[in-house]
């Protein structure tokens, strides 16, 4: 008798909750695609296709850009990161499934599909292209700066 009770009771309070509910969405930390971790710090994609210390903004943009149900959770860490500061910190919130639990979108069926897209896609955005061209110059300028230099010891 007391096991029947018990049982239902236990029951009772699980809710099925609906994929459309937020607490449903996919959970996505930069460390996931950051090639600068290891697996044990938390990345879980292949390292030649992860980018360099992406940003929980930056992969709000781009899954936000292909039209999926983002939300960004600012204040929130990865629990394994030890750097506390403000460029990694946040999570991304991705709805992948619809109420019946079919996904939005065939293409990014699994939080795998979506990790990888995103690291393919961060490197191609205006900030990061912007970034990398005024490094290049710098480093054009540096060089040259090094050929002056050995010219005036001969």
């Not at 096991?3 to 969405?25: C, H, I, N, Q, Y």
């Not at 079919?102 to 896609?121: G, I, N």
């Not at 060089?143 to 050995?150: A, H, N, P």
């Amino acid at each position: 008798r007391g096991g029947a009770s018990a049982g239902l009771e236990a029951m009772a309070w699980v809710v099925p909750s609906l994929p459309t509910d937020k607490s449903r969405f996919v959970c996505i930390y930069p460390a996931y695609i950051n090639n600068k971790k290891t697996i044990a710090e938390g990345r879980r994609i292949p390292l030649d296709k992860a980018v360099e210390n992406p940003t929980s903004t930056e992969i709000q943009d781009v899954c936000a850009a292909v039209g999926l149900n983002v939300l960004l959770e600012k204040n929130k860490m990865y629990p394994r990161e030890w750097n506390r500061d403000a460029q990694y910190r946040g999570r991304v919130r991705i709805q992948l499934k619809q109420e019946d639990g079919s996904p939005c979108y065939p293409q990014f069926a699994t939080r795998k599909s979506v990790m990888l897209y995103a690291a393919e896609t961060i490197p191609k955005l205006k900030t990061r292209t912007q970034k990398m061209g005024g490094s290049d110059q710098s480093l054009q300028q540096g060089e040259g700066g090094k050929k002056g230099k050995g010219k005036k010891k001969k």
